[in-house]
């Protein structure tokens, strides 16, 4: 049963298509697509692709983009599945407030997350990053409960902040220096740091709180670059939400 697998953020579609919906199954082919290129899709990435059988998918990006992805997928007469966040699934309890409230990705990448774990070894504590246009930093103990999470803004929203409410800061992106003495460097060691603290202090929390320290997985499109400034050991792994698709497919299916 070919499967492919949907993440639709707030800047780009990425997609992935595989030979089953299982974990493990073998990467047949994979892409990403600015929203703004979203038409291009059936006539374009996908017109070669063989046609999958079941699509399942997160979005965060709202209704009407929803609706443009789903009119590309009218290409192989195919109706996908949106996650949509649940009080348990997948081996991961959510403890948010109003569950379904809680972002799809966040909750995706965390199964992800708890799968790749368990897949290697005992059960623990995690802490899973997403770098993005906006960053969250997720805390899930031993036993798969999902205890909270924050958000905060990414590198490009932080620097157009500083842009819009400060006079004389359109400067070009510099590099992460750990004492910056120009402008440019300063800014993007700033935002850099911000996150990186932010990541420390939630690893702090949760090992507090658990009594042993957490792993760190990190992704999105932009913790390449974040990953290497990170004060606390951390695994990047780019495909922690598809990873999460595919563990819940393969329990749906099943």
Not at 43 to 54: K, M, R, S, T, Y
Not at 92 to 111: C, F
Not at 228 to 247: A, K, N, Q, W
Request: with cysteine; net charge negative.
């Amino acid at each position: 049963m070919t499967f492919l697998a949907l993440d639709v953020g707030n800047t780009r579609l990425k997609w992935a298509l595989y030979d089953a919906p299982r974990v493990g199954a073998r990467l047949l082919a994979h892409g990403a697509q600015f929203l703004e290129n979203i038409e291009k899709l059936a006539e374009g990435d996908w017109n070669a692709l063989p046609a999958p059988q079941w699509v399942v998918g997160c979005i965060v990006a709202g209704d009407a983009v929803k609706g443009r992805v789903q009119e590309q997928l009218e290409l192989w007469d195919v109706t996908p599945q949106w996650v949509v966040s649940s009080l348990s699934e997948a081996g991961v309890i959510n403890g948010y407030d109003h569950p379904a409230r809680l972002g799809s990705d966040r909750w995706v990448a965390m199964i992800g997350a708890r799968q790749r774990l368990l897949a290697r070894g005992p059960a623990r504590p995690c802490v899973v990053v997403m770098v993005g246009t906006a960053v969250t930093v997720e805390a899930i103990d031993a036993e798969g409960r999902f205890l909270g999470g924050i958000i905060l803004p990414g590198h490009g929203i932080m620097l157009r902040a500083l842009e819009s409410g400060t006079a004389g800061l359109h400067v070009p992106t510099g590099d992460v220096r750990d004492f910056p003495t120009n402008t440019s460097d300063a800014l993007t060691s700033g935002g850099t740091f911000a996150i990186a603290g932010a990541v420390q202090r939630m690893v702090e929390n949760l090992q507090r709180h658990c009594g042993e320290p957490p792993v760190v997985f990190m992704t999105g499109g932009a913790g390449w670059k974040m990953a290497p400034s990170m004060s606390t050991p951390c695994e990047l792994v780019d495909s922690l939400i598809f990873d999460g698709l595919l563990e819940i497919a393969s329990r749906r299916v099943g």
